[in-house]
């Protein structure tokens, strides 16, 4: 939904989802990497 998200952002898309107990800091990573290369792939018009 959002192609640029912030931290606060990607912690409302997962809420619910996903026990942050056991720490989800490499799913916040994933997303923010995978988000930026969407980006990327737009704005250069590349393929992954």
Do not use: F
Not at 3 to 20: F, V, Y
């Amino acid at each position: 939904k959002n192609a640029d998200p912030d931290l606060e952002d990607i912690k409302k898309s997962i809420s619910g989802n996903l026990c942050r107990c056991t720490g989800y800091q490499k799913i916040v990573q994933a997303i923010k990497i995978a988000a930026q290369a969407q980006k990327e792939q737009k704005e250069g018009g590349e393929t992954a």
